[in-house]
């Protein structure tokens, strides 16, 4: 007699084979999404109580069925739950290990949901759960930004732009302005979760269900605002990830710069800033080095981080509605981004927190290369009453003849300056120290460490105050 096909333990009624294993190989998705383990038992409970509530099921069923998924989830945390590819998912193993747990009872929690529903479903309470620690991460490296500007409010290095020497600044200042960055990304993560805290669980397929469910039951059960709306929408949108992945890519852009920062700043050229050895690495073959890993690293993994926007993006916009597999090349991407994302913020941390500055380098240089000028021309319109376009031009010519001289501003003689021009006097001077020039810088938002100090505080306070 010939042996019967053994088929697809969870759909194999109208097929005469199982899948090949080309198809195993492509289709099946649970070596990455058993991440979304503990939301699937999560979202399972909750569909069950609702399914018992609407007397769709019976209550012992119900009971049952919950109590059996417990053991499965503690099973899963100690090790013990085997991951079978043959069942294609996460969905379908815990459904299938539910009726090994369970027997007969197990077929009922299926009853009025599709795995269309319940992945969309999970992946929201996964990308929710996954917003709120990224949410903590940020404000983490916020603290320690704050701190290290509080430390360094008076600081002074020079500000760049085109990243030539460009004006005075704290370095206080200078970390303050990552801090707002950050506030901006941290607010975009939150907005992230407001829309995406819908339920979707209870559209079925794609239709919805004839079943007498209740979806305010589990929506209030799963922490969401109200049901989605429309249930095409709800299986097949994945503009959540999208969103949330955008706000990864946009902070990882600031982070990416500021690591740059760190890099420049502790090459030998600039030697401003020092960091531990635990955070740094050695060379292979040059015994003398001491490299910034860690930063180059946050810096490359924005690529991969960039790519994995443009990767969901690609998959979603060909897909007609409402739910295609397409979909399932959803979760590579997002897990990547967000693991590696809370690592780049985790190590941001980490370095801000230990860095040591060189003061005396990072002085020296802020008074280098003519980083007075603009206060040498804003001299000239407040004391001279000279138009500033004039005053421009005067002060190019005094910076001209010091670069002929090979002198610093301050270096040059009175005389030498009145025959540029004659209102000129003494009182110039004054303009060119770079201490004086940052204290000036007064103005709401500006570098004057009066003024970093009191950002710093208000930061650090309202950071102490969110934790
Ligand atoms: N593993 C699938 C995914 O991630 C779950 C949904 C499968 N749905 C289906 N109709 N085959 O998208």
Redesign the pocket.
């Known amino acids: 007699m010939k042996k019967k096909p053994s088929k697809n333990k969870m759909w194999g009624g109208r097929f005469t084979s199982k899948p090949s294993n080309l198809l195993q190989k492509v289709n099946s998705?649970i070596h990455f999404?058993y991440k979304l383990f503990e939301e699937d038992i999560e979202a399972s409970i909750a569909h069950a109580k609702m399914l018992a509530e609407c007397k769709i099921i019976s209550k012992k069923d119900s009971v049952s069925i919950i109590s059996g998924l417990k053991k499965i989830s503690s099973k899963f945390k100690e090790g013990n739950f085997k991951l079978n590819p043959e069942l294609?998912?996460?969905?379908?193993n815990i459904e299938y290990q539910l009726q090994k747990e369970i027997g007969n009872p197990a077929k009922r929690l299926h009853t009025a949901r599709?795995?269309?529903d319940?992945?969309s479903t999970d992946?929201r309470l996964y990308v929710r759960k996954k917003n709120n620690q990224l949410i903590r991460e940020i404000s983490n490296l916020q603290y320690a930004l704050s701190k290290k500007a509080k430390a360094g409010y008076n600081l002074l290095m020079p500000g760049f732009t085109h990243m030539q020497t460009a004006q005075p600044i704290t370095f206080g200042h200078h970390l303050l302005a990552y801090v707002e960055m950050l506030s901006r990304d941290k607010s975009r993560f939150i907005d992230c979760n407001k829309r995406l805290n819908e339920n979707p669980l209870g559209s079925g397929?794609l239709s919805g269900t004839s079943f007498p469910i209740n979806r305010k039951i589990t929506t209030k059960s799963l922490g969401f605002n109200k049901p989605m709306q429309n249930s095409l929408d709800a299986v097949s949108s994945r503009d959540f990830v999208l969103e949330t992945i955008s706000s990864i890519t946009i902070c990882s852009i600031h982070l990416s710069r500021l690591a740059e920062e760190i890099v420049m700043w502790m090459s030998g050229g600039f030697d401003f800033i020092d960091l531990p050895d635990n955070l740094t690495t050695g060379s292979s073959i040059m015994p003398q080095k001491k490299n910034p890993d860690l930063a180059e690293l946050i810096r490359g993994k924005t690529g991969r981080l960039i790519s994995s926007f443009i990767n969901i993006s690609i998959v979603m916009k060909g897909l007609p509605l409402a739910?295609s597999?397409d979909?399932?090349?959803?979760?590579e991407p997002t897990f990547d981004a967000i693991e590696n994302f809370e690592l780049c913020l985790q190590s941001m941390t980490a370095m801000i927190t230990s860095l040591k500055t060189n003061q005396k380098n990072m002085e020296l240089a802020a008074s280098s290369q003519f980083s007075t000028a603009t206060d040498l021309a804003d001299w000239l319109v407040q004391n001279l009453n000279i138009p500033f376009r004039t005053a421009h031009e005067i002060t190019g010519k005094i910076v001209k003849l010091c670069l002929d001289e090979n002198i610093a501003l301050e270096q040059i003689n009175i005389e030498k300056l009145k025959k540029i021009d004659k209102r000129i006097n003494k009182g110039i001077y004054k303009a060119l120290n770079v201490k004086d020039s940052v204290e000036r810088k007064i103005s709401e938002g500006g570098t004057s460490p009066k003024n970093v100090l009191k950002q710093a505080n208000k930061w650090i306070k309202r950071l102490e105050n969110d934790k």
Do not use: F, G, P
């Open positions: 998705s999404d294609e998912d996460i969905h379908m599709s795995r269309n319940q992945v992946l397929a739910y597999k979909l399932q090349e959803d979760k």
